[in-house]
């Protein structure tokens, strides 16, 4: 999942001369990057962990999370029976999974990995799925309520998505 809380793939150009798939790039160029996207490390639809021992450092992240310029949910991190457990909202277009989620400095760092529901938006970007990601959560040192969110395709050269997300107030009585 990008950072701005939809499914996303690497910046591509528009489609240009040249281009078999319409990203804009000579086609041995594009075929040098669909062999390192098809190489690179996978994850599974099914059988990943989302969760890591409940902890102090882990507790703090637990919140409904969302993108302030959207107001769209980017993040669900819960708490039940001693696990921290990480979610992406339901999405029409793909699915998100987790795996390996573990505190690190401070830090809530995970595995993820979106899976296409619908046809790619772009025939180049069928395959991103599964292909696996690090992310990064680290809370603000001045804002507990505003996360940074950083994901990479680690290996492929790209400059990380970078996204801020905002915990939504708790709702209801206790």
């Known amino acids: 999942m ?3 809380g939809r499914a996303s793939a690497p910046p591509v150009p528009p489609g240009g001369a040249g281009s ?24 599974s639809r099914e059988g990943n962990d989302p969760t890591v021992a409940a902890s102090d450092e882990a507790r703090a992240f637990v919140g409904v ?8 949910d980017g993040l669900v991190i819960t708490e039940s029976q001693g696990r921290i457990r990480l979610e992406a909202p339901d999405q029409e277009e793909a699915t998100t999974v987790y795996n390996n989620v573990r505190v690190e400095n401070e830090r809530l ?3 993820t990995a979106f899976f296409w529901n619908i046809e790619p938006p772009h025939p180049f970007m069928a395959d991103m799925n599964g292909m696996r990601m690090r992310g990064e959560l680290a ?3 001045v804002d507990p ?3 940074e969110v ?7 050269g790209l400059e990380p998505e970078r996204g801020i997300l905002r915990r939504r ?6």
């Open 169 to 174: 107030p708790a709702t209801g009585g206790g």
């Open 65 to 72: 999370w969302y993108y302030e310029e959207t107001d769209e």
């Open 145 to 147: 309520d505003e996360m």
């Open 150 to 156: 950083l994901e990479v395709v680690e290996g492929m």
């Open 139 to 141: 809370l603000s040192a």
């Open 2 to 4: 990008g950072c701005d």
């Open 109 to 111: 760092v995970y595995d």
């Open 20 to 43: 078999q798939t319409g990203t804009g790039l000579p086609p041995e160029v594009e075929a040098h990057v669909a062999r390192r996207m098809q190489a690179m490390p996978r994850l």
